[in-house]
Structures are given as structure tokens and as C-alpha cells.
């Protein structure tokens, strides 16, 4: 019994242990990345938002060069876009966000490094589908062809959250700024058990806790619906904060 206790309280030592130092973990692993080195004469507070509007616009030229609808996410004007070769063709705006402490915490030289670029989706989760494809019998009757032109469609009422994991291991959280069904509320819970049982998985394939910051932002679900289906297969992201 005394062994089973003591083996029982080393793993939740080494548990708490890894939690606590897993944020210090994570952006070891995120500057060790980086194939310069950090800049750090860019840390000093006068710069932060001479540094922060830089990496925007790098990210941003850097874009230009994708030829396929790509994603930029401006928590400064709290609004999302979709671009082609960097120019905006779509806008929704930012009812409500969430940005993880830990990355108010990057320095300067840092965040420059992560956020000048594209940053590339690893993995994405999402409760609709990509593509809908919606099956229907031909009107064999005037009757029939004017009941199936007023059908309500039941795609419109889908409940609309995306989980966008980026290579670097930072989550983004997109969803609908309304949960007023139990629809709604059905969904929103299964994509957060979803996105629970990912980043577990993530601990268990590197064998120790995973940290992961995240980026919440919620918008209508109509654009988030749009956003998602417009989308490439080989998302990038422009994250500027």
C-alpha cells in the first residue's frame, strides 16, 4: 500500500512539475525553432509597438506570395480577414477575444521572430463540414417544385466552431459569438471536448505536458461559416496582436 501511495504521489509530482514549467518549455521550443537568432536589442517597451506593427507587415509581404485564400487574424482592430496575394476580399469583425497572458509575455526580439511570417496549420478541427453536399429528389409535380423552393435550409442552422492548432503549437479557437440553442449548446461543448482530447493526445505522443497558448476569437456565425469553406487545404496564418 505504502509503495502504491508513494508511486501514486511521484506522478503527480512530476504532473505538477511539468505543468509549471511547461510555459518556459514551450518558448524554448518555439525560439529554438527559429533559424536566426533573437534580436535582442529589440527588447525594450518604447519599441513594443513599432516591433509589433513590423512583423505585421512582414507577415503580411510575405503573403503576397500565396495565391490562395489564406488567413489573417488582427486582434488590434478586432477583425479577421481572408486574402489573396495579401489583399483583404473579406472582413468580419471580432464580437469578443482572448489572448493566452503567456504570449503578452513574448519579448520583443521573439515575438518578431514567431509573427513575422505565415504561420502554417498543422491540424484543424471543425464542427461542419468543408464541403456540403445536399442530396435532393428531382419535383415530379408544380406542388413539389414549389414545396422544395421554400424549404428551410438546414445547413443555415449549423452550429459553427473552428479549431485551427499551428505548427508552432499555438491553438486558435474561432467561434460563433452566439449560443442561444441547445444546437448550439450541444455543439459548442462537443468541439471543446475535441479540442480537449487533441491536446491530450499531443501530451501523451511527446510523452510529457504539452503546454499550448491560445487565441480565442468569436465573430458571426454566418463569416465564420464562410471563412471556413473559403479556406485552402494548407492554411497560413497572419496572427498580429
Known sequence: MKIALMIVGLAALVLTVSVVTGPDRFLKGLVAEQIEPVDESLNHSRLDSIVHVLAYKEALLELSKQDSIQLVLDLKASAVYLTIHGVPVFQSL???QELDAFLNKFSNGVYRKVFQKP???AHTYATIVKEPVIEQQAPKTPEEAMAVAYMPDTIQD???YL???LANGIGIGLEQSNRHSLTDLA?????KKEVYLRRWSNHWDHKWYQYQPEIT?????EDLKAIYRALSDSPQVVVYY
Do not use: H
Open 187 to 191: 455543439a459548442y461543448l462537443k468541439y
Open 163 to 165: 479549431y485551427l492548432e
Open 217 to 221: 476569437a468569436r465573430l458571426p456565425k
Open 119 to 121: 504561420l502554417p496549420v
Open 94 to 96: 471580432i464580437s469578443e
Open 158 to 160: 449549423e452550429s459553427v
